[in-house]
C-alpha cells in the first residue's frame, strides 16, 4: 500500500482520487442486478474521471447555456446545416397548450417551417461516457433505430422529448439529437449525434398526440373544477 500525504478536501487530494475507485465509489461500482453489461453510476464516473477532464465549480445549467451555440456551430459545419440557436418556441396547431422550445431549429424564411432541428444535451461526464457506450453497442442491433440510443431511463429520460419535435412541428423531418461535453480530451468523445427521422418514430408520435391530448382534457376538466366555488 502507498500512503500519499495530501490533505482532504484539497485542491491535490481531489485530483489524486480522479479516475480511482475510493470508498465512497465502491458500491457504484458493483453490477446492477445480475445483468453483466449493466453498471451502476461508479462504475461510469471512474470511466470518465480518466477521459474527461476535471471542471469543478460551474453551474450545470449555466454550462448547458454556454455549450448550445458551440455544439450547434460544430453540428453546422460537420453537418453541413443551417441551424440558428435562436428558434423561438414552437406551438401546435392542433393544441396550444402543447409545445417545445428546440435548441436550434433550421434558418428558414418568415412563413416556413424548418425541416430540421438539434436537441443539445450537455449531460455529466459519467452519463456522456455511458450513453456513448450504450449508443455504439444499440448499432450492432439487427433492428437498430436512432430512437434507441435517445437516454431513456430513471436518470436521464429524453425520447419523449425528442418525438415533441415532430409532433409540434408537421414539417420537421430530421432531428439532430446531440450529447455534448467538452471536457473529453478526446475529440471523437466529446460530441455524439444522434439522427432521427421522422418515419423513424411515426408510432410514437400518434402515441405520444393521443396521450397529451388526453391529459391535457383531463386538466382544463380539473381546472375548471377546482376553481369553482363550493
Known amino acids: 500500500m502507498k500512503i500519499y500525504a495530501v490533505e482532504q478536501n484539497s485542491e491535490a487530494w481531489f485530483d489524486e482520487r480522479r479516475g480511482k475507485i475510493t470508498g465512497s465509489k465502491a458500491k457504484g461500482i458493483r453490477r446492477q442486478a445480475r445483468n453483466p453489461k449493466k453498471r451502476y453510476a461508479g462504475f461510469w464516473q471512474v470511466l470518465a474521471e480518466k477521459l474527461a477532464i476535471a471542471r469543478d465549480g460551474e453551474d450545470p445549467r449555466d454550462r448547458g447555456h454556454r455549450l448550445e451555440p458551440e455544439a450547434i456551430a460544430r453540428l453546422n459545419k460537420e453537418y453541413g446545416l443551417n441551424l440558428t440557436n435562436d428558434p423561438g418556441m414552437w406551438v401546435s396547431d392542433v393544441d396550444e397548450d402543447i409545445g417545445v422550445s428546440p435548441d436550434g431549429a433550421e434558418d428558414v424564411p418568415e412563413g416556413k417551417l424548418p425541416t430540421y432541428a438539434a436537441e443539445i444535451k450537455a449531460l455529466d461526464s459519467s452519463y456522456h461516457i455511458r450513453y456513448i457506450y450504450e449508443h455504439r453497442q ?42 455534448y461535453d467538452d471536457r473529453f480530451v478526446h475529440d471523437h468523445l466529446v460530441m455524439l449525434v444522434i439522427k432521427i427521422e421522422r418515419e423513424d418514430v411515426a408510432d410514437l408520435i400518434r402515441e405520444q398526440m393521443a396521450v397529451q391530448y388526453d391529459a391535457l382534457t383531463e386538466i382544463n376538466q380539473l381546472v375548471k373544477v377546482l376553481t369553482e366555488e363550493q
Not at 422529448?161 to 408537421?170: D, L, P, R, S, T
Open 138 to 179: 444499440n448499432l450492432k442491433h439487427p433492428a437498430y433505430n436512432p430512437i434507441m440510443s435517445v437516454p431513456n431511463d430513471s436518470e436521464n429520460n429524453f425520447q419523449d422529448q425528442a418525438v415533441q419535435y415532430f409532433m409540434v412541428n408537421e414539417a420537421l423531418q430530421t432531428l439532430y439529437f446531440v450529447l
